[in-house]
C-alpha cells in the first residue's frame, strides 16, 4: 500500500485551509486520488513515480512486463489527473517510443476506459492494470498505430521480430527506436 499523503491529513488541510492559515483546500479530485493511491495494489511489474510528491494529480507510472512480446521492457506513463476527475478520466501518455498497435509514435494510448467506457466509479488500479494488460495482449482490433496492428494480424512472427527489434534499440521501417530493455 502506497501512503503519499493520509487522507486524515487531507482532511485537517482542507478544514484548517483559508487565507489567515496559508493552507490550501484540498480539491473533491484531489481527495479522491488520494483515496485511489492508498488503496492501489501494484503487480510487482509496475511503480509509481512522484516528481513533485505536493503534486498528486502529475505523476509517472513505469511497466516492466515479465512475459509477452514486450517482456523485459521498460515503459513508462505520464498520468494528468485533472480537477474533473473521477467524472473525467485521467490523462495518459506514454513517454517511451515503442511498437505497440495500441499505442502511438506520440504515445497517445487507445484503452477504451480512458475514452468511452470511463466511468467515476472506476480509479487509477483499474487504469494502471488496463495499461499493464495491453503490453500482455494487444488488441489489433482498435488500433492507434495500424501498421503494427496490420502486423500483428497477419503475421505475429514478423510483428514479434519487430518489438524486439524496436525495444532494443534500432530502426523498424523508417522509424528509429530508443533501446528500452530493462
Given at each position: 500500500?502506497?501512503?503519499?499523503f493520509?487522507?486524515?491529513?487531507?482532511k485537517?488541510n482542507e478544514?484548517?485551509g483559508?487565507?489567515?492559515?496559508?493552507r490550501?483546500?484540498?480539491?473533491a479530485?484531489?481527495?479522491?486520488?488520494?483515496?485511489?493511491?492508498?488503496?492501489?495494489?501494484?503487480?510487482s511489474?509496475?511503480?509509481?513515480?512522484?516528481?513533485?510528491?505536493?503534486?498528486l494529480?502529475?505523476?509517472?507510472?513505469?511497466i516492466?512486463?515479465?512475459?509477452?512480446?514486450?517482456k523485459?521492457?521498460?515503459?513508462?506513463?505520464?498520468?494528468?489527473?485533472?480537477?474533473?476527475?473521477?467524472?473525467?478520466?485521467?490523462k495518459?501518455?506514454?513517454e517511451?517510443?515503442?511498437y505497440?498497435?495500441?499505442?502511438?509514435?506520440?504515445?497517445?494510448?487507445?484503452?477504451?476506459i480512458?475514452?468511452?467506457?470511463?466511468?467515476?466509479?472506476?480509479?487509477?488500479n483499474a487504469?494502471?492494470?488496463?495499461?499493464?494488460?495491453?503490453?500482455?495482449?494487444?488488441n489489433?482490433d482498435?488500433?492507434?498505430?495500424?501498421?503494427?496492428?496490420?502486423?500483428?494480424?497477419k503475421?505475429?512472427?514478423?510483428?514479434?521480430?519487430?518489438v524486439?527489434?524496436?525495444?532494443?534499440g534500432?530502426y523498424?521501417?523508417?522509424?528509429?527506436f530508443?533501446?528500452?530493455?530493462?
Amino acid at each position: 500500500m502506497i501512503k503519499l499523503f493520509s487522507l486524515k491529513q487531507q482532511k485537517k488541510n482542507e478544514d484548517g485551509g483559508g487565507p489567515s492559515t496559508g493552507r490550501k483546500k484540498a480539491s473533491a479530485a484531489q481527495l479522491r486520488l488520494t483515496k485511489d493511491l492508498n488503496e492501489l495494489q501494484l503487480p510487482s511489474t509496475c511503480n509509481t513515480i512522484f516528481p513533485d510528491p505536493n503534486d498528486l494529480l502529475n505523476f509517472k507510472l513505469v511497466i516492466c512486463p515479465d512475459e509477452g512480446f514486450y517482456k523485459h521492457g521498460k515503459f513508462t506513463f505520464n498520468f494528468k489527473v485533472s480537477q474533473g476527475y473521477p467524472h473525467e478520466p485521467p490523462k495518459v501518455k506514454c513517454e517511451t517510443m515503442v511498437y505497440h498497435p495500441n499505442i502511438d509514435l506520440e504515445g497517445n494510448v487507445c484503452l477504451n476506459i480512458l475514452r468511452e467506457d470511463w466511468k467515476p466509479v472506476l480509479t487509477i488500479n483499474a487504469v494502471i492494470y488496463g495499461l499493464q494488460y495491453l503490453f500482455l495482449e494487444p488488441n489489433p482490433d482498435d488500433p492507434l498505430n495500424k501498421e503494427a496492428a496490420e502486423m500483428l494480424s497477419k503475421n505475429r512472427r514478423v510483428f514479434e521480430q519487430n518489438v524486439f527489434k524496436s525495444m532494443r534499440g534500432g530502426y523498424v521501417g523508417s522509424t528509429y527506436f530508443d533501446r528500452c530493455l530493462k
